[in-house]
């Protein structure tokens, strides 16, 4: 099982560029950058492709609208470069939220867009000259669109790998049953060990069921706070304002994917009364009831003995990656967090 760390898009990058070589020596072993509304997730890669030897580096995640297919697979191949091989490309769909309202984008075909952009991305990767016919893209351009005079090109430079690991964020059952056919690696958002299998598992089986053997198996990357101690659990309450944003703010009712995977988990009557409250203004309410076993359910906080027990309840759903965030008052404690956790693991 491997260790991973996300960088906060927040502010404080070049801070967290400089403690990450601390984690590094604790067995940190791959580094997700985001991109949101943020600063662009690709220069602070290469900055980091520059400041780094061994940690693997990933995009977690690039939006599928925000480049054409084409860029999106040259920058996978730019940054695999610059770093010597060490990059994977994350790549999800947002929300209408971000695509529609930041990059005035249509949200649209989600599916469908995913699945022709991987298989446009691994063309370039190879050298093909592209000529592609898909729903969502056509290379060259038709002459009906355009001027008539492109034609199949194919990448100048070679990339230092053919293949270069996509992960797919989804928690659609659909986009889910996608990452599981088509990509190297799933990123699932809260992800709860005692529930995946009840929620996802069906759409995992279809999704594997199609797979390119040469693909290996799925690597799931799972999201968890890391606090580690007999008063641990203090730490949950800092996971209240995120939860209490996606479960009621990320969407409007109906139309809302994180309340909706609440609600497959159970939460029914909670994750109604969380967006109610965070619609209505009421941030603060909307905090306080998030369920507290919800909290402690897709975290890995508690004393030793639990944690360890936590550990397993994530090797036993499936989790290969775990995608930690350190909880503790100082930087060489968050340290110390990862490097207790990589003796764990081994």
């Not at 492109?150 to 230092?160: F, Q, R, S």
């Not at 994750?271 to 975290?299: C, F, H, M, S, W």
């Not at 027990?309 to 995608?323: H, I, Q």
Request: charged content about 25%; glycine content about 12%; some cysteine.
């Amino acid at each position: 099982m491997r260790i991973g760390m996300q960088l906060s898009y927040g502010g404080g990058f070049a801070e967290a560029v400089e403690e990450l070589a601390d984690y590094e020596k604790a067995g940190l072993d791959i580094v997700f950058v985001a991109e949101a509304y943020s600063f662009d997730a690709v220069s602070q890669l290469g900055f980091l492709a520059a400041r780094t030897a061994r940690i693997e580096l990933a995009a977690g995640i690039l939006p599928i609208y925000t480049r054409t297919p084409t860029l999106t697979a040259m920058t996978a191949a730019g940054l695999d470069y610059v770093s010597g091989g060490r990059f994977t490309l994350g790549l999800g769909a947002s929300g209408p939220q971000v695509i529609e309202g930041f990059h005035g984008v249509p949200y649209d075909a989600p599916l469908g867009r995913t699945r022709e952009i991987i298989d446009i991305c691994r063309a370039v990767w190879r050298r093909d000259r592209l000529e592609y016919q898909g729903k969502h893209y056509t290379l060259p351009l038709p002459p009906e669109q355009g001027t008539g005079l492109g034609k199949p090109l194919k990448l100048i430079n070679h990339p230092v790998r053919t293949h270069i690991p996509i992960f797919i964020a989804a928690i659609g059952p659909k986009n889910v049953e996608l990452a599981a056919e088509k990509a190297e690696g799933w990123q699932p958002f809260f992800f709860h060990p005692g529930r995946a299998g009840d929620v996802w598992g069906a759409s995992l089986a279809a999704g594997k069921a199609k797979r390119d053997p040469e693909l290996g198996d799925l690597d799931v990357v799972v999201q968890a706070p890391l606090a580690i101690g007999d008063d641990a659990e203090s730490w949950l309450d800092l996971m209240r304002p995120m939860f209490a944003l996606y479960i009621g703010g990320m969407g409007a009712k109906g139309k809302n994917f994180y309340n909706s995977l609440a609600q497959r988990y159970g939460y029914e009557k909670e994750a109604a009364l969380i967006q109610d409250l965070y619609l209505d203004g009421k941030k603060k309410e909307a905090e306080a009831a998030v369920p507290a076993d919800l909290l402690r359910a897709t975290a890995m906080v508690g004393s030793e003995g639990e944690v360890r027990e936590k550990l397993a309840e994530y090797a036993e759903a499936g989790a290969t990656t775990l995608n930690v965030t350190p909880l503790a008052p100082d930087h060489r404690s968050r340290v110390a967090l990862v490097e207790q956790l990589r003796g764990w693991i081994g």
